[in-house]
């Protein structure tokens, strides 16, 4: 009879040790799957924005503390953009709707950060981005301030010489960085951008970090 409880007791152990080897080899392949496949890219892990203050529609500074709690999408252009700034807008206003649907517990926040400090006054982006969405958001300040945030995400722009001085164009990448609620980027959708694409992709990578970055 002692044998058997013996036997048992060994029995189990041994099940509590497989299981525990289980577990471990389980949570190793999660950490260690190829990030989801999107229309872009994502990071294996969330890379820092570094230091830097702006200001947003409201006037009111704007630090990279200020990104955490929240999903947030950030698309570079400037309001005086006579056509893919106000697309992408339209875009990512649907892919909110979408996303409220889908994964109706991820925390967003859209961002537009002007490239174009001299003419995007604060309320002038607030006019402008509230237009797209009432929950939209801008962002500005001194050009080396945005040039930080935007070499931290990858975002290019430039002002070709020579054009006139009121209705210059500025050229400029038309990313979408993805920031997880740590503050730190997690993706980078690239154009085109269609909204249902970027409701799917942004499904896939909630899916795969959301409960890790709450």
Same mark, same amino acid.
């Given at each position: 009879m002692r044998g058997s409880v013996v036997t048992l007791g060994l029995v189990a152990a041994g099940l509590a040790v497989g299981a525990g080897i289980a577990a471990n080899l389980s949570w190793r392949h999660a950490a260690t799957a190829p990030p989801p496949q999107i229309g872009g890219y994502v990071l294996p892990e969330p890379r820092s924005l570094g230091a830097f203050? +702006?200001? /947003?529609?409201?006037?009111?500074?704007f630090a990279p503390r200020d990104f955490e709690g929240r999903w947030s999408f950030l698309y570079f252009g400037y309001t005086y953009c006579p056509d893919v700034c106000p697309l992408a807008l339209v875009e990512l206003a649907d892919v909110k709707k979408r996303l409220a649907e889908r994964a109706p517990s991820a925390r967003l926040s859209?961002?537009?950060?002007?490239v174009d400090p001299r003419r995007d006054t604060p309320?002038? !982006?607030?006019? #402008?981005?509230? #237009?797209?969405?009432?929950?939209?958001?801008?962002? *500005?300040?001194?050009? =080396?301030?945005?040039? =930080?945030l935007a070499n931290a995400v990858g975002a290019v722009y430039f002002v070709e010489p020579g054009q006139?001085?009121? *209705? #210059? !164009?500025v050229s400029h990448s038309s990313n979408i960085a993805l920031l997880e609620p740590g503050g730190g980027l997690r =993706?980078?959708?690239?154009?085109p951008h269609v909204a249902?694409? +970027?409701? /799917?992709?942004?499904? =896939?990578?909630f899916a795969r970090y959301g409960a890790a970055a709450r």
């Open positions: 203050e +702006l200001v /947003d529609e409201t006037g009111a500074k859209f961002f537009f950060v002007s309320e002038r !982006l607030h006019e #402008y981005v509230t #237009y797209f969405d009432p929950e939209f958001r801008g962002l *500005t300040g001194e050009p =080396a301030q945005i040039a =930080a006139d001085e009121k *209705t #210059y !164009l =993706a980078v959708f690239t154009s249902g694409q +970027l409701a /799917d992709d942004f499904a =896939a990578i």
